[in-house]
């Protein structure tokens, strides 16, 4: 025997189905049934009569369900963004790193080269130059690497050494510090890179939290009292 459908379980149309999606905008259903059906004459009255079908008041609870649904999974993606940008450590994206200065592993504190080439011209150079300004030409040896700690004797630099901004591959980033990183350009200067506003986004999470009050409540006796007395005050 063939089995009976209920009216009220049967597909919606798709007029029907637009007005379900219009109504959940603002839940006004003759508002919804004129951008739904705008020829329509009477848009009030056919509005009352579909919402009084169980099947359009199905459609419309499960379409309300789904958008919920949605809206914490938005709502959840939107949380994380703001912890990670908020809470992650920048130097994961730059850093400002302290490395040797030239005399600080060089020969008797002497300055130091890269390599035989830069050596070669430093000494082309001393070559051409007037004998009385530089009577003896510096030679602290070669392999000179500014990634070397800075040297706590070193009489030039006085242990310090040079400060240098170290720009992280973006490739290794995390998944935190990707949120943080805005982008990067290149300039005359070298690169500029762009970070997120951590400040503001720990506001917004703070905020999210419940970590601020913007007003001040007074409840209960003592807030009665001080109110009180703020009447009595006469006015300046």
Same mark, same amino acid.
Not at 69 to 84: K, S, W
Not at 122 to 128: G, I, N, S, V, Y
Not at 155 to 176: F, I, M, Q, W
Not at 205 to 225: A, N
């Given at each position: 025997?063939?089995?009976?459908?209920?009216?009220? =379980?049967?597909?919606?149309?798709?007029?029907?189905?637009?007005? #379900?999606?219009?109504?959940?905008? +603002?839940?006004?259903?003759?508002?919804?049934?004129?951008?739904?059906?705008?020829?329509?004459?009477?848009?009030? *009255?056919?509005?009352?009569?579909?919402?009084?079908?169980?099947?359009?008041?199905?459609?419309?609870?499960?379409?309300?369900?789904?958008?919920?649904?949605?809206?914490?999974?938005?709502?959840?993606?939107?949380?994380?963004?703001?912890?990670?940008?908020?809470?992650?450590?920048?130097?994961?994206?730059?850093?400002?790193?302290?490395?040797?200065?030239?005399?600080?592993?060089?020969?008797?504190?002497?300055?130091?080269?890269?390599? =035989?080439?830069?050596?070669?011209?430093?000494?082309?150079?001393?070559?051409?130059?007037?004998?009385?300004?530089?009577?003896?030409?510096?030679?602290?040896?070669?392999?000179?690497?500014?990634?070397? =700690?800075? =040297?706590?004797?070193?009489?030039?630099?006085?242990?310090?050494?040079?400060?240098? #901004?170290?720009?992280? +591959?973006?490739?290794? !980033?995390?998944?935190?510090?990707?949120?943080?990183?805005?982008?990067?350009?290149?300039?005359?200067?070298?690169?500029?890179?762009? !970070?997120?506003?951590? *400040?503001?986004?720990?506001? !917004?999470?703070?905020?999210?939290?419940?970590?601020?009050?913007?007003? !001040?409540?007074?409840?209960?006796?003592?807030?009665?009292?001080?109110?009180?007395?703020?009447?009595? #005050?006469?006015?300046?």
């Amino acid at each position: 025997m063939r089995g009976v459908t209920n009216k009220s =379980e049967a597909a919606i149309t798709e007029a029907e189905q637009r007005f #379900v999606g219009e109504y959940l905008k +603002d839940l006004n259903g003759t508002a919804a049934m004129r951008r739904a059906l705008p020829s329509l004459k009477n848009p009030g *009255t056919t509005a009352t009569r579909m919402l009084a079908k169980p099947k359009i008041q199905a459609a419309i609870i499960q379409a309300n369900t789904e958008r919920a649904v949605q809206v914490r999974v938005e709502a959840n993606t939107v949380l994380r963004e703001l912890v990670a940008i908020a809470t992650c450590d920048t130097n994961e994206i730059v850093e400002i790193r302290r490395g040797c200065c030239r005399h600080c592993h060089g020969v008797e504190h002497r300055y130091q080269y890269r390599d =035989e080439r830069e050596l070669a011209r430093a000494l082309a150079d001393w070559d051409t130059t007037v004998e009385s300004l530089v009577a003896e030409f510096e030679h602290g040896g070669v392999g000179f690497d500014p990634k070397r =700690e800075p =040297e706590p004797e070193c009489p030039h630099c006085g242990g310090e050494g040079g400060a240098y #901004v170290h720009v992280k +591959d973006t490739r290794n !980033l995390s998944a935190a510090a990707r949120s943080l990183f805005a982008g990067a350009k290149q300039t005359k200067d070298g690169i500029e890179v762009k !970070l997120h506003d951590k *400040t503001k986004h720990l506001e !917004l999470l703070g905020r999210h939290l419940g970590l601020f009050k913007d007003t !001040l409540e007074l409840k209960g006796d003592l807030g009665e009292r001080i109110l009180q007395a703020r009447k009595r #005050v006469p006015a300046k």
